[in-house]
């Protein structure tokens, strides 16, 4: 078989500002050599998983024409990613994406930059690249009360592409008294919400179709729109207005420009920014939908965090006449990011086509983990608030830190979710994310959140670590921050590029 290859042009759109970001993360001016930013660039989005794992890299010819950089500096670059483990070479055939065997084998391990591990001894690190909370004391009660429910299933082949009853039956009863009215039979269980994304996108969209997403968004919901061939839409959202955050006319004017026939969505406490829709522009959301002729995909997977103790307003698919809006929904935010378990809420017709697609894919979700589930679910409301509590004492510690340490950030309390949306004075994103290992600290930049290079003025900070980790990971920002000036300090000072 083929291997894939990056496209030059792809992979120079999604480098970015390399130069820059390479010289401010050694707190320099155009001193650090072309070959090394750019190596540290590529390794950026291995980690990120822009490049992804097996692929191919570019030639050395069409890399050093697209960068108008020599073939010197690419021949260079690649060298040095081999020896640090992020490109395997084989004779007869393109150099591809890997990842070092020490960080395959030991996920704590600290993803420095290659400057640091030529350079520098390792140091312990604070991971603030993902969002996600440790499991709940509850989850061995969870797996016993689980593996005491097996017994039933061992007489079966162990195999249901729909999901188990009882799982399917809690998860509607959790709809119904949020306002939505739902059978079990309008369930499908998956291997989590991101696992339902790509059963829908095999479904509802084709290649070169258009998706509408907000602007920002979940990383990985661009890239599975990516991987089967459609085109993201950004729609930009609005932090300053929380609850108005989502512009509903510009929904509806891309929706009819680009003839889109599908969204996804993410209005219960974005990922990054946390913003949440309110009722009323649920309501105009499905309006838009009906008139448009397209279908929204509802990510709810955070919808259990609001940490603003509000009214809720009920399901965006409770404002839905008829299957305009799907939804899906995951126990890996709310409970444990190991436990791979989400669902999809929608009709039964739409279910049987999934289901024609999952059998290619994969035969069901794991009876255990479902089983789990149902147990989580049961204690819930005790369990949700106390997570809830600890996420609203973590989210004020990282506040206090960043306006104590990067005062001149502006960050926007959520009202809900696992993260904040920081503001920087100056389009350094990228540049801090390659410095900040040496720091101690591991982030993800801004542009990872967006397409075409957006939100290199931003940065997800999650709460999801303890307080104490929190603001340790704060003073490290802060320091690796401080290396980037003076150029980071002074917002109107230009980038080279």
């Known amino acids: 078989m083929a291997t894939r290859v990056i496209g030059a042009t792809s992979l120079t759109r999604d480098l970015g500002n390399w130069r820059s970001a390479g010289d401010e993360a050694e707190g320099k001016r155009g001193s650090r050599p072309a070959y090394l930013a750019l190596a540290e660039g590529i390794r950026l989005l291995i980690h990120d998983g822009r490049a992804p794992l097996g692929v191919a890299l570019p030639s050395e010819r069409d890399l050093a024409t697209t960068l108008g950089v020599s073939r010197t500096t690419i021949t ?6 081999r020896e640090h483990g992020y490109l395997i070479s084989r004779q007869g055939s393109r150099s591809t994406v890997a990842l070092p065997a020490a960080v395959q084998h030991d996920g704590s391990k600290p993803s420095r930059s290659i400057l640091a591990m030529m350079t520098q001894p390792e140091q312990p ?3 603030l690249t993902y969002a996600a909370m440790t499991a709940p004391p509850e989850m061995r009660e969870a797996y016993a009360a689980a593996l005491d429910g097996i017994p039933s299933f061992l007489g079966t082949h162990g195999m249901d592409p729909v999901g188990v009853l009882a799982l399917r039956e809690a998860i509607a009863r959790r709809y119904t008294e949020r306002g939505l009215p739902t059978g079990p039979d309008q369930i499908l269980v998956t291997l989590g919400a991101q696992h339902g994304l790509r059963l829908l996108l095999n479904v509802l969209t084709s290649p070169a179709a258009r998706v509408l997403i907000d602007h920002p968004t979940y990383p990985n919901g661009i890239e599975a729109i990516r991987d089967v061939g459609a085109r993201p839409v950004p729609v930009p959202l609005r932090p300053d207005e ?4 989502w512009d509903l006319d510009g929904i ?3 929706a009819r420009q680009t003839a889109a026939t599908l969204a996804y969505l993410v209005p219960d406490f974005n990922n990054p920014t946390g913003l949440r829709m309110d009722a009323e522009d649920r309501a105009e959301l499905a309006a838009i939908a009906r008139e448009t002729r397209m279908t929204v995909v509802v990510d709810e997977s955070m919808g259990e965090l609001d940490l603003s103790g509000s009214q809720s307003p009920p399901p965006a698919a409770a404002f839905a006449k008829g299957a ?3 939804t899906i929904g995951s126990a890996s935010k709310s409970f444990w990011g190991g436990l791979r378990v989400g669902w999809i809420r929608t009709n039964q017709a739409l279910i049987t086509k999934l289901l024609g697609i999952r059998s290619t894919v994969d035969l069901g979700t794991p009876v255990m983990d479902q089983l789990a589930l149902v147990h989580l679910l049961g204690i819930s409301d005790v369990l949700l608030d106390r997570r809830r509590s600890h996420l609203r004492a973590q989210r004020t510690a990282l506040l206090e830190a960043i306006a104590e340490e990067l005062p001149d950030w502006k960050v926007a309390p959520s009202t809900g979710g ?6 920087l004075p100056a ?6 994310a390659a410095t900040a290992p040496n ?14 290079g957006a939100f290199e003025r931003f940065l997800r900070l999650p709460y999801t670590h303890q307080e104490v980790d929190l603001r340790l990971a704060v003073k490290s920002i802060a320091s690796a921050y401080e290396a980037l000036t003076p150029r980071a300090a002074d917002p109107l000072q230009p980038l080279t590029y």
């Open 242 to 245: 929380p609850g108005k955050a």
């Open 76 to 81: 260079s670059t690649y060298a040095l990613l």
């Open 324 to 326: 305009e809006i799907v």
């Open 427 to 432: 389009p350094v994103s990228t540049a801090l």
């Open 125 to 127: 690190t604070i991971d």
């Open 252 to 254: 509806r004017s891309a």
């Open 418 to 423: 696992m993260s904040v949306w920081a503001q």
């Open 439 to 452: 720091h101690g600290v591991l982030l993800t930049a801004g542009p990872r959140f967006g397409v075409q």
